[in-house]
């Protein structure tokens, strides 16, 4: 079992910045983000293979958000910036041992969650 301690979640303006962190109990292949704003779907927003070498992300956060890890801490960071209300949800960190490009039937382990909400 891979615990996810996922911090970083926050209250910021339209235009502001936020910065996720996830930390793994254990080295993991590909880490990553989803999020789930409420009454909708669980959706992905950025990964990231173990060497860094591959990105991922969602149409709408590329060029705004950025993911990057840390293997010695077995961490993954999601700087986001240019936040808009849009952005409103509950991040999840997610893992998978399958591939960086990463969808939710591949996904091995979850986080708690994080709220980040972006006021206008």
């Known amino acids: 079992q891979v615990q996810l301690v996922e911090s970083g979640g926050g209250l910021v303006q339209a235009g502001g910045s936020l910065r996720l962190s996830c930390t793994a109990s254990v080295s993991v292949y590909a880490m990553g983000w989803f999020r789930q704003a409420p009454g909708k779907e669980r959706d992905f927003v950025a990964a990231?293979?173990?060497?860094?070498?591959?990105?991922y992300y969602e149409d709408s956060v590329k060029g705004r958000f950025t993911i990057s890890r840390n293997n010695a801490n077995k961490a993954v960071y999601l700087q986001m910036s240019t936040l808009t209300p849009e952005d409103t949800a509950v991040y999840y960190c997610?893992?998978?041992?399958?591939?960086?490009?990463?969808?939710?039937?591949?996904?091995?382990?979850w986080g708690q969650g994080t709220q980040v909400t972006v006021s206008s």
């Open positions: 997610a893992t998978s041992h399958k591939s960086a490009l990463m969808v939710k039937a591949d996904i091995d382990y």
């Open positions: 990231i293979d173990y060497n860094g070498d591959k990105t």
